[in-house]
């Protein structure tokens, strides 16, 4: 055997899917170096895990990745509805929603919108957009084994193509690895939930003659309900690409050899309503359902993300889209604490707010699974069901109540009944267009590298206050003035009221964190400024 010793990172990923992927680009965009390892060879090839919702797309958006998926995912680009039908071929039709955001809506809350990129052209995007960030990325790469101690991790990584072993050590270690986690596992952390939902078998097909069934009906996804031959049926390209989900049922007995390829495309052309379809079956692919979550987001040292902290019901995608989140949640956690800006106490806020959210968000997942008649998927809707709750609310609005944020209210549910998004500690931060140096910019924009003080152009004595309270403390602290008056640094593109869209007064100012999330507001003025500052950043960062 040939080893390798004292290959020496801040942090070490394991898993190379979408959530590791995100991981380390958002490290990356934050000067922080490490490995990512990766078992498989490759990123996926199958289409699956297609939809990021617009919390997502803000995330790759602010990391530069926006444009990069949009233009992977075009095919798709006019595909917005969710269809329910007995067959594409009969009456029995009905429009869950033809739109994800009719009337245009969500602009009012964020500069970016959903996106249909299946995780087979995602990846692939996150890969190149990583690796030109300074990712170092080892597909092909199986962890063996890891210990932990109080200064560190050390974990054995064999290269699955030359056999070699490398001992690597890092300071911390970020588990993507996976809903049957063996990192998890070690770390003998349990989980919470009702447990297996549903099985499917995801099978890919290729039919020329089914685009003139489907006509001019976009969909995301088609429920068909046929009793005989249910199943969802996603479109690849729109013309001859397709995936299916059909119903598996392991637990009466039923293989996976049982779905012979007559047997699919038997079952496709009755869920369709077509008997006479051409079908070619290029692949099959089983997945479970569930609903769990991590009874803790790590130990010591190891951290755990995406499907290792969490499974979902696919039904509204928000398993991968939540995962996405955590790793940017502890991305910046983890930088501030490796440059010394907070102490080791931040990354304890990384479980307080991401298992609350996660714990919600399962639920309404598996509550829309009933709602949608997923195949295979005997529950009902939840008590999350209908408008409470919705698509949005869950995607965008959801809330810190306890962590690195000051002036919460913790009796509030972590999920709110309705839109709101004005500036309250715990939320992401409101989204207003702006202008600086003459180029037109939402105020997300703004968040990725530190935390931000936006204070009103009138009273610039919060700007001075943030400069001296950050070299007191040596921390990275951008504050803006805003106002349509000479000399600010920010000026609102429209008639919109900053301070009012913030929840706030013009004597008052708004401390955001480097994701994006408020940390803490003053509703109006104060005595001392940079006192107040120097307190508040201190209690977040935990460096008492």
């Avoid at 193509?161 to 690597?168: A, K, L, M, S």
């Avoid at 299916?244 to 012979?260: C, K």
């Avoid at 709110?416 to 500690?425: I, Q, V």
């Amino acid at each position: 055997m040939n080893e390798k010793t004292d290959l020496r990172v801040p942090v070490l990923i394991v898993g190379g899917s979408l959530v590791g992927l995100s991981a380390s680009l958002f490290l990356s965009r934050l000067g922080v170096r490490h490995l990512l390892v990766e078992k498989h060879a490759n990123t996926s090839t199958h289409p699956r895990g297609r939809g990021n919702n617009v919390r997502t797309m803000e995330l790759f958006r602010t990391a530069g990745a926006e444009q990069l998926i949009r233009d992977a995912a075009s095919v798709l680009e006019d595909n917005h509805g969710i269809l329910q039908a007995g067959s594409l071929t009969g009456d029995d039709q009905e429009w869950l929603f033809k739109e994800i955001d009719p009337g245009g809506g969500l602009a009012r809350f964020s500069p970016s919108g959903w996106c249909l990129c299946s995780q087979n052209d995602l990846e692939p995007v996150l890969v190149t957009h990583a690796r030109d960030q300074g990712s170092e990325l080892r597909f092909s790469s199986e962890l063996l084994t890891f210990e932990q101690d109080p200064d560190g991790v050390t974990a054995v990584v064999k290269d699955r193509e030359t056999g070699e072993h490398t001992t690597v050590r890092a300071d911390y270690l970020v588990a993507a690895d996976g809903p049957r986690s063996p990192i998890r596992e070690q770390l003998r952390i349990g989980q919470s939930g009702p447990g297996d939902l549903f099985h499917n078998v995801s099978i890919t097909f290729r039919s020329r003659q089914l685009a003139s069934v489907v006509g001019d009906r976009r969909f995301i996804v088609c429920y068909l309900t046929n009793p005989e031959a249910d199943g969802a049926l996603l479109p690849v390209d729109n013309e001859e690409q397709w995936v299916f989900h059909a119903p598996w049922q392991p637990d009466r007995g039923e293989t996976l050899e049982d779905f012979s390829d007559e047997r699919c495309a038997e079952h496709i052309r009755k869920a369709v309503g077509a008997p006479g379809l051409d079908v070619e079956i290029t692949g099959k692919a089983p997945w479970h359902a569930a609903e769990r979550v991590a009874e803790r987001y790590g130990s010591g040292r190891v951290f755990l993300a995406g499907d290792s902290a969490h499974e979902m019901s696919p039904t509204g995608a928000f398993g991968s889209n939540t995962g996405i989140q955590d790793a940017h949640n502890l991305a910046w956690k983890l930088a501030a604490v490796i440059s010394g800006e907070a102490g080791p106490g931040l990354l304890g806020t990384y479980e307080a707010e991401r298992l609350p959210v996660a714990k919600a968000t399962s639920a309404r997942a598996s509550a829309r699974s009933g709602e949608h008649s997923h195949p295979g998927y005997a529950g009902s809707p939840g008590p999350t069901g209908g408008r409470k709750g919705g698509m949005l609310t869950v995607a965008l609005g959801y809330r810190y109540l306890r962590g690195a944020v000051l002036g919460t209210d913790t009796d509030l549910p972590v999920v709110p009944e309705g839109m709101g998004l004005t500036g309250e500690p715990g939320t992401r931060a409101p989204h207003l267009w702006v202008v600086r140096g003459g180029a037109r910019l939402s105020t997300l924009d703004l968040y990725e590298q530190s935390f931000v003080l936006l204070c009103d152009a009138a009273y610039p004595e919060w700007r001075a206050a943030a400069v001296r309270a950050a070299e007191r403390l040596k921390v990275r602290l951008e504050a803006f003035t805003i106002g349509s008056v000479p000399g600010a640094a920010l000026e609102p593109a429209n008639e919109a009221d900053w301070s009012a869209a913030h929840g706030t007064s013009p004597e008052g100012a708004v401390l955001v964190r480097p994701d994006g999330f408020v940390a803490w507001r003053s509703e109006g003025g104060v005595a001392d400024p940079e006192a107040t500052l120097y307190e508040v950043l201190t209690t977040l960062l935990h460096r008492d």
